[in-house]
Structures are given as C-alpha cells and as structure tokens.
C-alpha cells in the first residue's frame, strides 16, 4: 500500500476509508454560533454587553424610504429643471409626486420656468425658419430646453402652430403666457391684419392639444368699438385674479385703442360672478393722462413690446416719453414719466425685489445699459432713481431689445460668421450675459417661450377636443 502510486487524476493522495468516516462524524468548527449561545446564556444586566445586530436587520434610509412630505422639501431644492425630470424618471412613485399641481405650484414659485427659446411669430414652419428655436449650449437652459428637441414634426407632443384647431388657417397666433396660447379669427372673405378688432378669440395649450373657443364679444360690447374709430387692437393673456388649485384659471384682455379713449374688453376663465362672460372698461379721458389736460397731443405712437411686472402691464408712448401702466386688480391706468428718454429708446420692464419695478433701457442702440428702479417719493408720484450704469459688448448695429421671461432679458445682435443674428441672454440676478442661440433670421418681434419639460407640464386648460 506504501509503495501504491496516486491516482493521476487526484491532486492529493487518497484518503484511507477509516479517516474520511472519523471527520465525517466530528462537528464543523464555527465560531459565531457558539458565540451566539454563550451571549444568551448570558443574563444582559449589564448595558455593555449586548449582541451585534446582523446586518440586515436595520433596514437602510433612503429616498424611497422617506415619507413624501419630505421626499417633497428635498425635490423643491433641485433648482434645474431637468435635474427634476431625472429624479423623476427613477421611480414611478416620485415621477407621480413631481408631476402633481400642488408641487408644480410650489416649483414654480420657488424656482420660476427657466427661458427656453423663441416662438416665430410666423403661423407655420418655414424651410428656413423653424416655429421653435431652442437654448443652445452651453445655455444653463439648453438641458431643458432639449426635451423640446424635434417637437414640431405631426407626430409631436407639443404644436406650437395649434395646427389642431377646426379651420386652422384662418388662426393667427397673438400671444404667448404661462403654457397657453392665444388665437384671434380671421373674419372670412379678409386678410389677417393685427390692428382689426375681432370677434373670435381660441386659448390652447400647445402640449397637452386642447383649446377653448372663447364666446364671442357680445354685440352690445361690440357696439362700444366703432371701426373707423379703432387705432389699434391688442388681445393678449394675463394672469386669474384668483389661481385655482390646479392652475387651469387665466384671462383674456382685448386693449382697443381709439382716437379719444381706450376700451378693455375682459374675459375670465373658472368660476364666480364674472367668469366666462365678456365684460368692458372704458377710459374716455386717457389722454388727460399724457397731457396733464383734455387736449389732444399732436401724435402718439405706442410701443409694439409689452411688458408685465407685479400685476401690471405697460406700454412706452411716445413722442410723449411716459409709460402706460395697467394695474390687473383695479383695471386703471396710470401714467409715470420716462427718464430721458428719446424716441430712439429701448426699454424693458421688470420686477424688483419687495414688489418693486425696475427698469433697463438703452437709447440709440449704443452700448450703454442703463438700470433703474422706480420709487415713490413720499408725497405721491413716482420717479426712476437711477441704481447702475454699465456697457454691453461692441457689437455692429447694437442689439435689440427682444423681451424679458424665464429670469432673462432676451436681445439680438448681428453675427459675423454664417449665422446672421446671435441672439444673448442677460441673467437679471448676476447681469452675466450668456450665449443663447445663433440664426438665421432676424427674429424681431418673436414670442419669448419659459415653461418646463413636457413630463413637468401638466395640461393648462380644462376642455380637450
């Protein structure tokens, strides 16, 4: 047996019978439940000695462990919106807390939409002008502004056209606000022309697809608008006296400007006495507001840009140099005097800080920016008080105010390369300006877009087609 060679396919010599039996009978060696019964047979009087939890017995702290109270407050400090659309595509549990109203309202207010493009202010796509021109890196805005990427084909999600009306060709697009879109109706057998009054007025939420067509002005409000008398019709969105849970409730104001006074024509969504029902407002001595009396000044000439800050709109007039403001709540105007101001001015109203308005404006295109706020003065009236005074980049032809939305005052400069126009972005906290977009086309009087992601955008409106 000693003289015996191993098996050569055995790495080890063979085992004797006898031996395998006598290890086979002997118990395994294992320390920790030997350990585990002398503890227990231990009495615990002494707080020092206690037995290890194992390691699944605590059950790990995470996001999806937390209660949705908290899991809330966390989500709301995310300030970008796409790292929102992230967290929400990790589970089904938090995609359907992002998307509930009550926390898109509270995004909303603790972090506005962020600006994410341009709307052309043509009715279709062109082959050489898209109807939506996104942020471009390195934009902060460009990650959000993505998820819009290819939207305007058929097949999309979003329709900027609103090419889903009935009789979508004889809708032009007059307005663009929080998600919703505004549409007045083209009388049949005419050409669309801006400065018409109309009748017809359609709201529609170019994501979700749905629209409302809007009563039609009744004829008695009608009758307080003689066409011959009508200088300028101006329908646009404003924001609900009253927002509703959900976000759905929104306004619709026609500003007709006549020889001798202005008429607001108001619609109100939702409920209450004076919901879904047109009402007027007519100012007959508007005039005494530009000249101090009932005299007619010798021309007066309102700028085409309007601007929204704290509850009121406002106009530029001129040769006059003042600001018409409309105050949402009380529906009045006002009248406040422009700071050396010259018909050549650009200027872009904005909201400052504790309800306050402020002011840029720039005169003859040059690069000089100025940055002003107004104030009451204690015994009444207001006055700009000038707070800063800075340059914007040379650029050949200046740039052009385009508007104010998203944080952002938007202008247009031109290009030195392939692409005609390079659009910049002001960002209103730092006054960094930041690249934006590069085109082709002069996109003068284009609406501004903010908004968030589709998956962060529930629907606007109440009816669907």
């Known amino acids: 047996f000693q003289n015996q060679r191993p098996n050569s396919l055995s790495p080890h010599p063979r085992v004797p019978r006898r031996e395998q039996e006598r290890a086979r009978k002997r118990k395994p060696h294992s320390p920790l439940p030997s350990l585990l019964e002398k503890s227990r047979s231990i009495p615990m009087a002494s707080s020092t000695l ?24 966390i989500l709301l400090c995310l300030s970008d919106a796409a790292d929102l659309v992230r967290a929400s595509m990790a589970r089904v549990s938090i995609r359907r807390l992002v998307t509930n109203h009550r926390f898109l309202r509270r995004f909303r207010t603790r972090h506005p ?3 994410l493009g341009i709307v052309s202010l043509h009715p279709r796509p062109r082959w ?11 934009h902060p805005s460009a990650a959000a502004a993505s998820a819009f990427s290819g939207l305007d084909d058929a097949a999309a999600a979003a ?11 004889r809708w032009r697009r007059r307005d663009l606000r929080d998600g919703r879109v505004l549409l007045s109706g083209v009388p049949e057998g005419t050409k669309y022309n801006c400065h018409v009054f109309v009748r017809e007025l359609a709201v529609c939420d170019p994501l979700s697809r749905r629209y409302i067509l809007l009563p039609l002005i009744p004829d008695d409000l009608a009758a307080l608008v003689q066409p011959p008398d009508v200088l300028r019709f101006e329908p646009f969105l404003a924001p609900p006296a009253a927002e509703d849970e959900e976000g759905m409730s929104f306004r619709v104001i026609c500003l007709v400007q006549c020889t001798t006074k202005l008429i607001l024509l108001i619609f109100s969504s939702g409920s209450g006495a004076e919901a879904e029902q047109w009402r007027a407002v007519t100012f007959d001595n508007w005039i005494s507001l530009l000249t101090g009396s009932g ?6 000439r309102r700028s085409p840009i309007r601007h929204y800050a704290h509850g009121y709109f406002c106009w530029l007039l001129f040769p006059a140099s003042k600001l018409l403001m409309l105050d949402t709540r009380s529906m009045g105007f006002s009248v406040v005097d422009l700071p050396h101001a010259t018909s050549e001015a650009q200027v872009a109203i904005l909201e400052a800080e504790n309800g306050r308005i402020k002011m840029f404006m720039n005169e003859h295109f040059t690069p000089e920016l100025r940055y002003y706020v107004l104030q009451n003065d204690g ?8 707070e800063a005074t800075f340059n914007l980049p040379v650029n ?18 031109l290009g030195e390369d392939e692409y005609t126009f390079h659009l910049v972005s002001l960002n209103l906290k730092t006054l960094q300006l930041e690249w934006f977009l590069a ?23 109440r009816h669907d087609i």
Request: aromatic share 8%.
């Open 159 to 169: 329709d900027f056209s609103c090419a889903f009306l009935p009789n979508a060709a």
């Open 128 to 138: 050489d002008l898209p109807l939506l021109q996104l942020a471009q890196p390195p």
């Open 113 to 115: 939409p962020s600006l």
């Open 396 to 413: 050949n032809g200046g740039y052009m105010f385009m508007g104010v939305a998203g944080g952002y005052l938007l202008l247009q400069g």
């Open 439 to 461: 085109t082709k086309c002069n996109n003068k009087g284009a609406h501004l877009f903010a908004g968030f992601p589709p998956s962060l955008s529930p629907p606007t409106l």
């Open 379 to 386: 015994v009444g009236a207001n006055q700009w008080l000038s």
């Open 50 to 73: 206690r037995c290890l939890p194992l390691p699944g017995d605590i059950p790990p702290t995470t996001l999806l462990t937390l209660p949705d109270e908290m899991l809330e407050e």
């Open 295 to 300: 005299n007619q000044p010798e021309s007066c």
